[in-house]
């Protein structure tokens, strides 16, 4: 009787917390409205390149699904059952020929919760200056960088539900010109418990506008009320600022499938975009031994647009192995882009001590 009464109360939490999503959603798309008519008017793109070979395989479909340093990025709340210390590297080949390198590292503090570390540096390479009197180049070369640093903290309040947050300090620089500021992530997940069903909400890169500024938008001039013969003044340019490129996302994830070590995933998600169109994602994972990962997933959009390039398929796979006492796992995904630009290509590495 007690087993019957328990399986009830689950279904009836998981029939209650299904229509609290269908309503968040519901309320998230009329409210945000994403649509193609922002894009690349945000400030920090960078926020927006997704990092975690696993999570990018499933499509982004990780929210519900995510635990250790990979939670840094996508929903912090994913430390918060964690146990142990975990290392996180990875290494994107994105579009355009730059580069993402992604180092996470998330440890458990006894009752205190789950603290996280996260950097990510965005490469564009080196660029050549050019001006209208020297359209081949002046011989200069720039070197911007596009950086963030993030603190998180996690925790599992109960056995079925976890919070956290994540605060991203912004650094990017452009030859003379500087911006910096400060991104908020906040998650939740809740687990219904045996079915195997959870369910996760992140809101991702909510914080002040981000603005330029530094000698490049200085200039030294003549004063025209001055004198004959004055010094000249300095005066400085303002630029405008640029919101951040936040969005809210919402998903579930579900074991269809349990056999021994054997198991099998179905993921799905909602993003509601301030600056892109709001997309559904779905993914499935296929865990063998506990060793071998197969992993794929699909980005649709709401409306279509040629600007959309991540929309389409992703795939992956990882492999678990244990070297001393230390478990690790190397993962590796691929994502689909449209237009012309060539498919995204990351590698990741995760040891747990």
């Known amino acids: 009787m007690t087993r019957i009464q328990n399986s009830h109360r689950g279904v009836r939490a998981a029939g209650a917390t299904l229509l609290s999503v269908s309503a968040c959603m519901w309320a998230a798309s009329a409210a945000w409205a994403g649509s193609s008519e922002r894009i690349g008017t945000n400030a920090a793109p ?14 982004g479909n990780t929210v519900a699904d995510v635990s250790g340093a ?40 006894g009752n205190l919760g789950t603290i996280g570390f996260s950097a990510k540096v965005l490469s564009v390479g080196d660029i050549l200056v050019t001006t209208e009197q020297a359209p081949d180049g002046t011989g200069e070369l720039l070197s911007p960088t596009f950086a963030t640093i993030g603190l998180s903290y996690a925790r599992q309040f109960t056995d079925r539900v976890s919070f956290g947050a994540t605060a991203q300090f912004i650094n990017e620089r452009i030859q003379d010109a500087q911006a910096k500021g400060i991104a ?6 809740y687990d219904t418990g045996p079915s195997g069903l959870v369910f996760g909400f992140v809101v991702k890169n909510f914080g002040p506008a981000l603005t ?62 301030n600056f892109t169109p709001d997309d559904f994602r779905i993914g499935g994972e296929l865990l063998l031994k506990k060793r071998l990962a197969l992993r794929a997933g699909y980005n649709r959009f709401v409306s279509d647009s040629d600007l959309d390039v991540y929309e389409g398929p ?10 001393g006492g230390s478990s690790m796992q190397f993962d590796y995904a691929q994502r689909v882009v449209k237009n012309y630009f060539n498919d995204t290509h990351e590698f990741g590495l995760r040891v747990l001590f």
Not at 88 to 108: R, Y
Not at 184 to 189: E, K
Not at 314 to 323: E, K, S, Y
């Open 212 to 273: 330029y500024s530094g000698p490049a938008f200085e200039v030294n001039v003549p004063d025209p009320s001055a004198e004959p013969g004055s010094a000249n003044r300095t005066l400085s340019y303002s630029a405008s600022a640029n919101e951040l490129p936040s969005y809210f996302q919402m998903g579930a994830a579900y074991r269809i499938w349990s056999k021994g070590d054997n198991q099998a995933k179905l993921l799905g998600s909602f993003t509601s975009n």
């Open 46 to 59: 960078e926020l927006l390149i997704s990092v975690g070979a696993r999570s990018d395989a499933l499509g």
């Open 184 to 189: 908020f992530d906040f998650g939740f997940q």
């Open 70 to 109: 990979e939670a840094i990025y996508w929903n912090p709340a994913g430390m918060g059952p964690f146990k142990g210390t975990e290392v996180m590297f990875t290494h994107l080949n994105h579009i355009g020929d730059n580069n993402v390198n992604f180092l996470g590292i998330a440890t458990k503090s």
């Open 314 to 323: 992703a795939f992956g796979a990882g492999i678990n192995f244990q070297v």
